[in-house]
Nanobody, 124 residues
Framework: QVQLVESGGGLVQAGGSLRLSCVAS????????MGWFRQAPGKEREFLAT????????HYADSVKGRFTISRDNAKNTVYLQMISLKPEDTAVYYC?????????????????WGQGTQVTVSS
């Protein structure tokens, strides 16, 4: 069983930066692909970034490419999302997710575990 806990969200002005962290507990983390998603009120959950078990393969949504960076430290059971040049449109609840397989995916349905979410609010 895997538990995920996000942190690092908050209120930031447009153009600012935040780094989100997701700490995982459980034996399967070291072999799990990880992803970050977000959901704004009234909108579907949106894929942001994913990273393979090895950390070698990453994929980003076009809307955040060049601004967000996903990374992981398996020794610390942690995945990160570094966000720069934040925009008001980035305001949402941000979730990390894990798969039992090392193969990454952009599809929420293929993730087995989810964190509780952390709120990111970007002011104009």
């Amino acid at each position: 069983q895997v538990q995920l806990v996000e942190s690092g969200g908050g209120l930031v002005q447009a153009g600012g930066s935040l780094r989100l962290s997701c700490v995982a507990s459980g034996r399967t983390f070291s072999s799990a692909a990880m992803g970050w998603f977000r959901q704004a009120p009234g909108k579907e959950r949106e894929f942001l970034a994913t990273i393979s078990w090895s950390g070698v393969i990453t994929h980003y949504a076009d809307s955040v490419k060049g601004r967000f960076t996903i990374s992981r430290d398996n020794a610390k059971n942690t995945v990160y999302l570094q966000m720069i040049s934040l925009k008001p449109e980035d305001t949402a609840v941000y979730y990390c997710a894990a798969r039992r397989t090392s193969t990454s995916s952009i599809m929420p349905i293929q993730y087995d575990y989810w964190g509780q979410g952390t709120q990111v609010t970007v002011s104009s």
